[in-house]
């Protein structure tokens, strides 16, 4: 079975910190996401990475930015957290070849910024 | 700017009837649609994909696409209370990396 883990279930760090949020899959996958999910505004695409080193941006890259230096390590940082943050993050996988790969979802980090 | 449409909901049925799930999506060269269900607190889940014309089957579960209309849909038979969730509708996009997903449907189903 495909394994998408995340470092934490549930963070709480303060304004202004440095935030690290690690995500690993150990499927081989090429793919890797990170997604912020709100009530009300659904899953929102920060970043994601189709191989090391190289990343991209989503919908709403601001106030985030991303490390892949291993093939099965994809973590996102948040450089100065802020209260507008507080969100449960998503990190998922997907394999590259073809269209008709399933994407899937680690267990999600639920951060509160105080 | 790609979009996937879904009512939000919540849609509520009863225990044994047949609940359907719409989605529209924006971008007509789509060709792979997933749908995904999420617990409340939890991750999504895949329970569906599809990729041609008409409907997909898996036990109660039966997704239909329509590429002309740019719909896809899922009907879940003999509903339960277990169904109860958000169904998460998704598109691949044009460059077949990253998937779209809509905003989800609550469904509620009484006993």
């Known amino acids: 079975d495909v394994k998408v883990t995340q470092s934490s279930r549930y963070l709480v760090k303060r304004t202004g910190e440095k935030v690290f949020l690690e995500c690993v899959q150990d499927?081989?996958?090429?793919?890797m996401f990170w997604y912020r999910q709100d009530p009300g505004l659904g899953l929102r695409l920060i970043y994601f990475?189709?191989?090391?080193?190289?990343?991209e941006k989503g919908d709403i890259p601001e106030g985030y930015s991303v490390s892949r230096e291993k093939k099965e390590r994809f973590s996102l940082i948040l450089e100065s957290a802020s209260t507008n943050q507080t969100s449960m993050y998503l990190c998922?996988?997907?394999?590259?070849?073809?269209?008709?790969?399933?994407?899937?979802f680690g267990p999600g980090t639920r951060l509160t910024v105080l | 700017q790609k979009e996937v449409e879904q009512n939000s909901g919540p849609l509520s049925v009863p225990e044994g009837a047949i609940a359907s799930l719409n989605c529209t999506y924006s971008?007509?060269?789509?060709?792979?649609f997933f749908w995904y269900r999420q617990y409340s607190g939890k991750s999504p889940e895949l329970i569906m994909s599809?990729?041609?014309?008409g409907d997909k089957e898996d036990g109660r579960f039966t997704a239909q696409l329509n590429k002309a209309s740019q719909y896809v849909s899922l009907l879940i038979r003999d509903s339960q209370p277990s169904d109860s969730a958000t169904y998460l509708c998704?598109?691949?996009?044009?460059?077949?990396?990253?998937?779209?997903f809509g905003k989800g449907t609550t469904l509620s189903v009484s006993s």
């Open positions: 998922a996988s997907r394999p590259l070849a073809g269209n008709y790969n399933e994407q899937f």
């Open positions: 499927m081989d996958h090429e793919n």
């Open positions: 990475s189709y191989d090391v080193k190289m990343k």
């Open positions: 971008d007509r060269v789509s060709q792979s």
């Open positions: 599809i990729y041609s014309n």
């Open positions: 998704a598109v691949n996009d044009q460059a077949g990396t990253a998937l779209i």
